[in-house]
């Protein structure tokens, strides 16, 4: 089940990324494609889950949600516009997404943009949640305090220049310009989930503030890795005069933590949650269905997906912005069918469960009216729906 929510996700950024950094290509192989390593890689229960998903995507109000996924969170997830820039603009923080909203694995919600509060959580290796298989789960890495003053020496200039992290860097590092010695680091701005928006670097020679989580990791490299995740706070020790002469990052997770964990989704399947259940609890308030297609006078629509066994009923959903002045023609697995559409206004909802075989691929072709434009898709899981084990 938690490769099909994979395969889900993964299908859904294929069709709707953040931002496209090669606009001729639909994917690349980076981590701006969420790191896909092409057919090399194919493995056959990942097929499998595929197939078992194919033509599936989520959706929010009838449109392909962005599906962010990391590989672990560290047991609280963080809500879009506090680990993004808008990806025109490069606005920090970007505009919310209400689908990718920051939310706890288990339990009711805390303040962890309190230091206090992110302090306990992260460096508590007990705290519970469904990231707790995951080897980055929680974490810590150390340096002295001129190991960590070098690494900014050289991460500071070059972020300050390359073109993706230059504006998160205030006041720019100048060339040539010396650090110093690392006085103090201090966060300044955490998220919902307790990761760092805004580092403060304070040395011998000035003072600077980081944006963005990606920023901050990999301005603090640790033997030339970039920290896990920014899900962390800062221990420091110091010499009699009070000179700070080490630091030891305590942190949880491992990726920008918006969206799925993958480690998540893997501990929820072990438990009896489905992949629906799995994306809904990752995705606030998400449908599981077909990419809408748009149907007119001159042009009908085909829908292909496999329909699991799930338990909320599956619904044909037509949206018209000027109404259909008489029903489209719908076959389903090369059967006409006669559905009970009544009035087409602007929008109608026809229960499928009648007509589908669960466990299979079903193709429903739909045949526009005389006159009139509407979008029509499948839901299979509304977006009600809220996650528990099955």
Not at 8 to 37: G, L, M, T
Not at 254 to 276: E, I, K, T
Not at 321 to 343: A, D, F, Y
Request: with cysteine.
């Amino acid at each position: 089940e938690a490769l099909k929510a994979q395969a889900v996700a993964a299908r859904n950024y294929a069709i709707h990324p953040r931002e496209k950094p090669w606009p001729d290509f639909d994917i690349c192989d980076s981590q701006y494609c969420q790191a896909y390593y092409g057919a090399a890689t194919e493995h056959p229960l990942a097929n499998k889950a595929i197939e078992q998903t194919q033509g599936l995507v989520a959706l929010f109000k009838a449109d392909p949600i962005l599906a962010l996924y990391s590989s672990s969170h560290g047991g609280h997830s963080e809500s879009y516009e506090n680990a993004f820039s808008d990806p025109v603009t490069k606005a920090y923080p970007a505009d919310p997404i209400p689908y990718l909203i920051g939310k706890p694995d288990q339990g009711q919600p805390v303040n962890l943009q309190q230091e206090a509060n992110a302090r306990r959580f992260y460096s508590n290796q007990n705290q519970f949640s469904f990231d707790v298989l995951s080897p980055t789960y929680r974490w810590q890495r150390r340096w002295t305090a001129a190991e960590l003053s070098r690494t900014l020496a050289q991460t500071l200039p070059e972020l300050s220049t390359t073109k993706n992290t230059r504006d998160f860097i205030k006041p720019a590092f100048k060339s040539g310009q010396a650090i110093g010695q690392l006085k103090q680091l201090t966060i300044t701005r955490r998220g919902v989930s307790g990761k760092a928006m805004v580092l403060k670097v304070e040395t011998t020679t000035g003072t600077w503030l980081l944006e963005k989580e990606f920023v901050i990791r990999k301005a603090l490299l640790h033997q030339n890795r970039m920290l896990p995740s920014a899900n962390v706070v800062f221990n420091t020790d110091a010499d009699a005069k009070g000179n700070l002469t080490a630091i030891t990052a305590i942190g949880g997770g491992f990726g920008h933590g918006v969206g799925m964990s993958q480690y998540g989704a893997r501990y929820m399947s072990l438990h009896g949650y489905n992949f629906a259940k799995i994306l809904q609890h990752y995705y606030s308030h998400v449908a599981i269905g077909t990419i809408p297609l748009h149907i007119g006078q001159n042009q009908g629509a085909r829908l292909s997906f496999y329909v699991p066994p799930l338990s909320k009923p599956a619904t044909l959903n037509i949206s018209s912005e000027s109404g259909l002045p008489s029903p489209p023609t719908v076959l389903i697995n090369s059967k006409r069918v006669t559905m009970p559409w009544g009035s087409i206004s602007t929008a109608r909802s026809i229960n499928l469960d009648p007509y589908l075989k669960a466990g299979t691929v079903n193709q429903l072709i739909i045949k526009p009216s005389r006159s009139g434009t509407a979008k029509a898709w499948i839901e299979l899981v509304d977006g009600s729906s809220a996650p528990k084990s099955t």
